[in-house]
């Protein structure tokens, strides 16, 4: 028997208007662009960070292992530790980065969105490309349209679920 002709169909096509993406604006123009380069960057300095750690931590062996080499092993030793501070640094700067990015996009964390966007602003080896797009992201970030898209999580009091 026929549904009533009221009844949503579940195999119909959608219609234009449905399948049309929500309109954005202009005051929100370009932050999608600056959240995906901050991500980016994110991203390198993570995987910068994965494939050097195993080097450092094999210089450190190295050294340490070796007490002759080039006559100043506490030298080299140093640089290796401080070698694996750096990379860890840049792990944890590359996640913050990576999270910092998704949330401008998602619209959630609105302060580690800018932080986020000021950690982009860091002078470090990526800077010429995260800077301009950090600030832009940083710019619009400050607009009350943008922080009143954020989502705000409401947290109940204690003892109510």
């Known amino acids: 028997m ?23 604006s202009s005051v929100a123009y370009g932050l999608g662009v600056a959240s995906t380069v901050i991500m980016t960057c994110g991203v ?15 210089m450190y062996r190295t ?27 840049y792990a944890v700067l590359g996640g913050l980065l990576v999270y910092a990015g ?8 609105y302060w580690v969105s800018v932080i986020g966007s000021i950690a982009g602003c860091l002078p470090l080896p990526l800077v010429l490309v995260s800077f301009f ?12 349209v943008i922080r009143g898209q954020f989502v705000t999580q409401i947290v109940p009091p204690d003892g109510d679920s």
Do not use: C, M
Request: a positive charge.
């Open 44 to 58: 390198i300095y993570l995987l910068l960070a994965i494939v050097a750690v195993p080097l450092s931590i094999q």
């Open 2 to 24: 026929p549904s009533a002709p009221s009844a949503q169909n579940p195999f119909r096509s959608p219609s234009p208007e449905e399948t049309a993406a929500p309109a954005t």
């Open 133 to 144: 797009p950090s600030v832009w992201a940083l710019w619009k970030l400050s607009r009350p």
């Open 102 to 109: 998704w949330s401008i996009r998602k619209r959630k964390n």
């Open 63 to 89: 050294v340490s292992s070796d007490t002759d080499s080039y006559g100043q092993p506490a030298f080299y030793l140093e640089s290796a530790l401080k070698a694996i501070v750096y990379e860890i640094a």
